[in-house]
């Protein structure tokens, strides 16, 4: 059974005969629900909403703001571009067409199954995601501008991992379902509920978009099993840069605090 058994197609937006959404597979694991046992590569996800200021607080992107060059590149952690405020997407012309195909190109190239538009340099609310991670298979999916309005109260953890986090993958804690409110390609609003593999997928893109990663999401006992390949990315991005890292994952916890997690 694919992932995207999961998507009611009539009520996701499609965009050249595709859906679009966002998510990232890499080592293929074992993953049951449901009754559903899926052959997944480590997932790489992005998402989960805090929901803090009102959403016309945001600031809207501008043309600039949506400028691209090709190919799109990953960015990864602790580059600053992923904690940057992400702008709202007032524009639906040519342009932002070309960057959700781009970023689909970026997304297959490397085995993702979902990817943000920070993730790729460009701080707009923007994820697209096709729980296959083929082309040609599955339903590709665009999220513009999400909003959750509603979260389950069932948790459930699953491995993941995520694309700017290279070869690192771990247990993360997120409720099981989500209903969100977002625009398709053209600019029009829809609604959708997502559960399983697409709302996981989901909830890690829409984390990006807030400016969270997914090890906030760990505990502290998962967080270590993975903290000498963060401070590893942490010493690479220095010597690619040739400056500090502008975040160390041993002063991380004051954050996690203050961004409001919880597990429920
Ligand atoms: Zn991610």
Not at 83 to 111: C, G, H, P, Q
Request: hydrophobic fraction near 35%.
């Amino acid at each position: 059974m694919a992932c995207a058994t999961w998507l009611n197609q009539s009520v996701l937006p499609t965009l050249c005969n595709r859906t679009h959404i966002c998510f990232n597979l890499r080592h293929f694991r074992s993953f049951s629900s449901s009754g559903l046992r899926l052959r997944l590569r480590s997932l790489q996800l992005c998402a989960q909403a805090k929901r803090t200021s009102s959403f016309k607080d945001t600031p809207v992107a501008s043309p600039a703001d949506l400028n691209f060059v090709s190919p799109l590149k990953i960015v990864e952690y602790p580059d600053p571009i992923l904690r940057a405020k992400n702008k709202r997407i007032v524009t639906f012309d040519d342009n932002l067409k070309k960057l959700v195909d781009e970023m689909f190109d970026v997304m297959y190239k490397t085995d993702g199954i979902g990817l943000s538009a920070p993730q790729v340099g460009i701080n707009v609310r923007l994820m697209v995601f096709n729980p296959v991670g083929e082309r040609g298979e599955g339903e590709e999916i665009v999220l513009i501008n999400p909003r959750v309005n509603k979260y389950s109260k069932k948790i459930v953890s699953f491995n993941e991992g995520c694309l700017s986090f290279p070869g690192i993958y771990a247990d993360v804690e997120r409720p099981g379902s989500v209903r969100i409110d977002a625009q398709d390609i053209s600019g029009a609003k829809y609604s959708i509920n997502l559960s399983g593999l697409p709302s996981r997928v989901f909830q890690h893109e829409y984390d990006h978009l807030q400016g969270v990663l997914f090890f906030e999401r760990m505990t502290d006992e998962v967080l270590d099993t993975i903290r000498a390949q963060l401070q590893a990315l942490e010493k690479k991005y220095e010597e690619r840069t040739g400056s500090p890292s502008p975040e160390k994952i041993d002063t991380h916890q004051s954050r996690k605090v203050a961004a409001g997690f919880g597990k429920s």
